[in-house]
């Protein structure tokens, strides 16, 4: 059996932009406030964090920012994926040496990779560190799908611990607990899907709403575990409208958009990525104020 990285609700922390860089003061606050509020562990320059538009020497500094700041509290998971697998080694050890805990590496998008192609990326990425490795699986987002089979293959390799599965697929998450086992950990990278997955015997989520709602992803996953099934389902499903809210439109445009509505000082969005429609920006405010987050 390999080592767990984390149990719980691991949040895929956004980033917070001025004109110039990013706010490390503000992101210094949050991730006081994740630690304070029950957070298990903090997924730095994630696609929530919008890694994919910032520049590698910005991309490097935070990652170190977030581990020193930390400081050892919870564990710190860099993300460190790219479509090009030297690119991704180079951010891997970069990882490794700034004290990462772990990584995590999504599949190749864009130009994707056959069930061949993403073995040989993962496991040349593993290869390059010796810190836990975290695989990605966002066929949405990335036109690429990791296979269960494929997954069982790149278990193998010993510091390829877990997946945040965010397939949408329950019957995929099932196989893979079933021919993986206890090689290879398993994360809900779906907020609406975090029991089901659970009860599939899954260690925990990397969370989008716990950006906003950090204690009750984390209470949620620990009273599921403990065997408080009631009280973990009342969260699970009393935070649905709020987690359809958060991707009425591409993520992390809601919740970024959120978190600026609750008063953090969130900054920009890079482009692609703009504000919010004012139906959606509607949608998101009604959930908002159902759930308690805003008045």
């Known amino acids: 059996m390999k080592k767990t990285v984390f149990t719980g609700s691991g949040v895929a922390i956004i980033t917070p932009f001025t004109e110039n860089g990013v706010n ?3 992101l210094g606050r949050m991730l006081d406030y994740h630690i304070e509020n029950g957070t298990d562990s903090i997924i730095i320059c994630g696609t929530t964090g919008e890694a994919s538009t910032m520049p590698d020497e910005e991309h490097c500094a935070t990652i170190k920012y977030a581990v020193d700041r930390v400081a050892g509290k919870i564990p710190v998971i860099a993300g460190t ?4 697998t030297p690119h ?5 050890k970069f990882a490794e040496s700034a004290g990462a805990d772990a990584i995590l590496t ?3 998008y864009y130009n994707k990779a056959t069930q061949k192609g993403l073995i040989e990326h993962f496991t040349a990425i593993a290869n390059s560190v010796k810190i836990p490795v975290i695989l990605y699986n966002v066929p949405s987002r ?4 990791i296979k269960p089979e494929t997954l069982k293959e790149l278990s193998k390799i010993d510091n390829i611990v877990a997946v945040k599965e ?12 079933s021919i993986c086992g206890d090689e290879l950990d398993i994360y809900s990278g779906n907020d609406d899907q975090i029991l089901p997955v659970l009860s599939l015997g899954g260690k925990g989520v990397i969370s989008v709403v716990a950006n906003v709602a950090p204690k009750e992803t984390h209470d949620m996953v620990y009273k599921f575990l403990e065997g408080n099934i009631k009280e973990a389902k009342e969260l699970q499903l009393g935070m649905i409208e709020l987690c359809d809210a958060l991707f009425c439109e591409v993520n992390p445009i809601p919740v970024k958009t ?4 609750m008063g953090w000082n969130t900054g920009h969005l890079r482009l692609p990525l703009t504000s919010m429609e004012e139906n959606t920006l509607n949608q998101l405010k009604t959930a908002m104020k159902n759930y308690g987050l805003i008045k």
Do not use: R
Not at 88 to 92: G, P
Not at 142 to 145: D, E, I, V
């Open 24 to 26: 490390y003061d503000e």
């Open 258 to 261: 959120a978190l600026g509505l």
């Open 166 to 177: 965010a397939s949408g697929d329950l019957s995929q998450v099932a196989k893979i607990a």
């Open 106 to 108: 999504v599949t190749p």
């Open 81 to 84: 994926g790219s479509n090009d």
């Open 88 to 92: 991704a080694i180079k951010l891997t």
């Open 142 to 145: 990335t036109g690429c799908n």
